[in-house]
């Protein structure tokens, strides 16, 4: 029997390997996102000492939140988890229409999302005078909150492109369905980023005395 | 030869086929390519970074020299140590890690061969983007800063022949850029910037290999490789691939931060506004401390395939080996600021930090031991690869024993920023890494060539180097206690340490004697060595069931593990004393490897060629370049065209299936080269 | 089809039912940072807010991201990565003094 490399799209537990059961790309995009908490760590960490740091010139980002309207936007991205996992349900069942629909769902929520950061952002900017160069704190919020929504950006593009994939071939074959799932674990983590942020960034964020 | 047949566009271009000629090296994915060139490529650096330590060294014989400006030699010293521990030390251990990996654990290639060859091309695009900096770099004196009094240090007081003042405007603030000095204020211009984001290029390229090794050891060893069957080589890979899965992260975040500060006005590390430059410092060896085990942890994995084949005795204590790896890794996650032991941490800290630092003696020492304990009464046999084995374990424990020193915090506040500290990293980064990775190029240069490199001119390599090496870095030790300091471009008469700077320089030039010995046995090997057949060391492990130079499909058979150093058990068995007995038919099963490695049964598919990892790469230091030009029209433009660039690559990428189903390799009639047409049917 | 291996997935009403719970647990945040600005809880604040988003980091992981029904590799691996960040982010944030440990 021909021996085989790789398989295109699935890759099973092959007899002739030792394998830990997970597939490839599966296995892959776990190692790579359990290395974003490194990546993300840093940037948290980061705003955590500035943010508590007294005696800078200029607004703090405590100063100038509106949580309500943050409130609402992470309530967008987690909805957003939703039809993501959704969109997955309906390609494990072979439902193309309904993977279609969600996965336009979950780009259309990230991009409300992304949508009410440009606001903020401008806002901030705008409205209360606090850029990138206020000073320390706001450099942290601006780069720690700017590479979640890079994140989520991405992610948007990576959906999109899966959606328009099954548009033009009528559907998501094998291999493309375990790209959906992986998209939606970097989707998911991009999520649960956001959940500590909204928490440690926003809700609990005092500016110092 | 290439046979161009029919097949059915699935992309936009047509795939590529070519099997010879520049082209089919920008297109290829197989690991072994990737890991010649990746070899290449980093040898390339190491000359060049030898040649600025050379001239460092040419400035230090004298006191009070003015060879070098102080700019140029701040330059200097910041290429050297950036260009030996980014673009060679770890690209060469790539380079192994990339031939080796699928051949010891009986695989075809790794797990995603597409993202292997863009790691392979986002790091030479890197490189060249780093380097690039000599040309179109630039390097300013702080203007308008307190104190300081417009000092230039491009400018030569005395003037000075051959003042090398070109270098000057190139990266100056250090391999470890401490802000603020390396930041927008003290170091204005670009230099640092073409430092900073080729570094963030650089990591992004190991960090993609990282995920792709660790995939390919948990999921593609051949039948019966359980883990703990694996060879050391293969462990120290997946170690080191753990430690650098976590480590870049954290220095792509800071070198973010470093880009932000210089380029768009964010605040991380200005001090004058409220920035903390000690926040630098933990992020930047948050991750330099993990390097140092990512830069020796490969080169303790070949001299632990090393020792053993020419002892003909097994690994002694395999598996303490093994974890003794894993254990310094975790514990080398938890030290990294005794490199920041006078930088006004707490007592505490240091204490903490300290004791840390020592635990990871006790793995060091066992792995040490076990080497020793694998070399006693064995029958040795002294090649060329065993003397930079042995060259290792003597070398890397005199670097250990005066890290253990730095340990000491008291102690380390007299060694720090002295020549004590150059001379251990030395011992343990050249001493170590270096003579390791080399005894690896001798050992597997078979592999790569079929034939063995020249035993006699690999010892006149090796007695030149180690004595050049011990005669530079030796010195040093002393050179630091009495006051050298590091990082400055000269030293007064009056301190008379010059007699001894004169015996390093010396060295160092014996150093680079070896070095040209290496390279005429390399490619005069190359060309008209002795042919190696399949086993030329009577090796112990399965990359040598596959005959020399290995086949493109690597085995035509994949080997059935049944026991650690699988290959050996095949040839060898014990008697009633367990010492190991050649079996009678022996020769004829190694004959019978090779014939049956030689001729598949079947044809064999393999992954195609592809483009898009070298355009995928190609277009991030377009958008890098764009960064640091970024106020001008072009240089946003050059954001745009190659941000376009890459995010085609990766739509082609994604589309493009891995293997066209009828597109397969011949089998091999012969071991001749590893080329091979990929033909139909 | 993704993976032949786990049989295991929640159903559509499950991921309607988590995302409920997930909804519920963001509002009582909220809630809880206004309940915190008029009557100021202190410590107590910082740890209700901490337990509510560990609730919604852990449900999205475990069954969003079907972290429960995979294979304990994945676990190992992902825990393996935020503990370490926590690990080493928390000495740092030690260090520099953004936490204060006790007769430092």
Known sequence: ?209 | MTATADRPTTTIFRRPSSTTGLWSWITTVDHKRIGIMYGYAAFTFFIIGGIEALLLRIQLTQANAEFLTAGAYNALFTMHGTTMIFLFVMPTSAALMNYMLPLLIGARDVAFPRLNALSWWIFFFGGIFLYSTFIFGTSAAPVGVDGLGGIDGNLAPGGGPGSFNFLADSPDAGWFGYQPNAGPLYSPGTAMDYWALGLQIIGLASLVSAVNFLVTVLNMRAKGMRLLRMPVFAWMTTITSFLLLFSLPIIAVALFMVTFDRQFGSLFFAATNGGDPILWQHLFWLFGHPEVYILILPAMGIVSEILPTFSRKPLFGYSAVVFAGAAIAFLGFGVWAHHMFSSGITPVAQAAFGLATMTIAIPTGIKIFNWLGTMWMGRIRLNAPMLFAIGFVAMFTIGGLSGVTHAVVPSDWQQTDTYYIVAHFHYVIFGGSVFGLFGGLYYWFPKLTGKVMSDRLGKVHFWLMLLGFNLTFGPMHWLGLQGMVRRTWKYAPETGLEPWNVAVTVGAFIIALSILVFMINWFTSRRRGQESGLDPWDARTVEWMTPNPTPEYNFAVPPVVTSLDHFWHLKYDEDVEGRAVRKDDADEIVASIEHEQLHPASPIHLPNPSYFPFFFALGLPLVFYGVIYHLTLWGKALILVGAVISLAAVIGWAIEPLEEPHLQSKGHEGAGDAEEALTDG | MSSPEHIHHPSPAQYWKIAVVLAVLTAVEVAMFYINRAYDLGPLNTLLLVILATLKFVIVVGWYMHLRFEKSTLSRFFSGGFILAAALYTIVLTALGVIAIRGG
């Not at chain 1, 609402?72 to 349900?89: D, E, I, R, Y």
């Not at chain 1, 992304?114 to 850029?131: N, S, Y």
């Open chain 1, 1 to 209: 029997m021909a021996e085989l490399a790789h398989e295109a799209g699935l890759e099973h537990a092959h007899p002739e390997h030792e394998s830990t059961g997970v597939e490839n790309r599966k296995l892959g995009m776990w190692l790579f996102l359990s290395s974003e908490f490194l990546f993300f760590g840093a940037l948290i960490s980061n705003y955590l000492l500035y943010s508590n740091r007294g005696g800078f010139s200029g607004v703090y980002p405590a100063e100038v939140y509106d949580i309500p309207f943050t409130s609402v936007s992470s309530f967008v991205l987690l909805m957003s988890s939703l039809t993501m996992v959704l969109a997955h349900n309906a390609q494990s069942r072979e439902d193309h229409n309904g993977t279609r629909t969600w996965l336009f769902a979950t780009a259309a929520l990230g991009s409300v999302f992304l949508g009410g950061q440009v606001f903020e952002f401008t806002e901030f900017i705008v409205g209360h005078d606090m850029t990138l160069g206020t000073n320390p704190a706001a450099s942290a919020f601006y780069v720690l909150t700017g590479f979640h929504g890079t994140h989520v950006a991405i992610g948007v593009i990576m959906l999109l492109s899966l959606w328009g994939i099954s548009r033009r071939r009528g559907g998501l074959s094998d291999k493309h369905g375990l790209n959906l799932e992986l998209v939606g674990l970097y989707w998911h983590f991009v999520d649960i980023i956001w959940i500590v942020i909204f928490t440690v960034v926003y809700l609990l964020s005092v500016p110092p005395a």
